[in-house]
């Protein structure tokens, strides 16, 4: 199977800080990526996504990192707050079929 | 917004009964899943599927069996439930199965 997701299992920032959540993909024909981010009790959420012709995407606080080389994926939160506190997972298309890794999870210390 | 419903959002169950953990979603997407979520594993497709009637075994179907009698409803049935069925179990649901999946909030399944 696919081997996804090499993320460290946590993560601590202090509030207002930048945070980096990294992930690790193993199949260098996935062509497009999604961060997801799952809070305590509920189901994961769509952040944000990219695609395999691009190397960077930004949306409101997040900018996702696509390196292609070294099959390396970046999830990176600008100015930190109490309500990212989650576990961030990224999900790698494969084919027809998403792998999922098994997530970091982010503490944002007050 | 897609909404995903799962009917229960804890169960406890015993070993061999017939468990039924039914998922909604409410935005006409042909696709939907089922995935079981453990510490340090991931995600885990068990079953999808990409139209009515229609189901597609995942990457550890062993132990489930799934039911789309209705495009909106995707049911996942234990035939006969284990202890190492206890999980959190995930309905997603995609409009395409190249497209972001849209997930349900969970149903945290215990079985004694």
């Known amino acids: 199977g696919e081997s996804v997701g090499l993320h460290l299992p946590t993560l601590s920032v202090q509030e207002g800080d930048n945070s980096i959540i990294n992930c690790a993909y193993s199949n260098s024909a996935s062509d497009y990526f999604i961060w997801y981010k799952q809070e305590s009790g509920k189901g994961p959420q769509f952040i944000i996504d990219i695609r395999s012709n691009m190397d960077k995407r930004q949306g409101q606080r997040v900018t996702v990192l696509l390196n292609k080389t070294v099959k390396h994926l970046s999830l990176q939160i600008a100015a930190t707050q109490p309500g990212d506190s989650a576990v961030y997972f990224c999900a790698e298309l494969t084919g027809n079929q998403f792998y999922f890794g098994t997530g970091t999870s982010l503490t944002v210390i007050p | ?112």
């Open chain 2, 1 to 112: 917004d897609v909404k995903v419903t799962q009917s229960s959002r804890y169960l406890v169950k015993r070993t061999g009964e017939k468990v039924f953990l039914e998922c909604v979603q409410d935005m006409d997407h042909e696709n939907m899943f089922w995935y079981r979520q453990d510490p340090g594993l991931g995600l885990r497709l068990i079953y999808f599927s990409y139209d009515v009637k229609m189901k597609e075994k995942g990457d550890i179907p062993e132990g489930y069996s799934v039911s789309r009698e209705k495009k909106e409803r995707f049911s996942l049935i234990l035939e006969s439930a284990s202890t190492n069925q206890t999980s959190m179990y995930l309905c997603a649901s995609s409009f395409d199965s190249t497209w972001p999946q849209h997930f349900g909030d969970g149903t945290r399944l215990s079985i004694l």
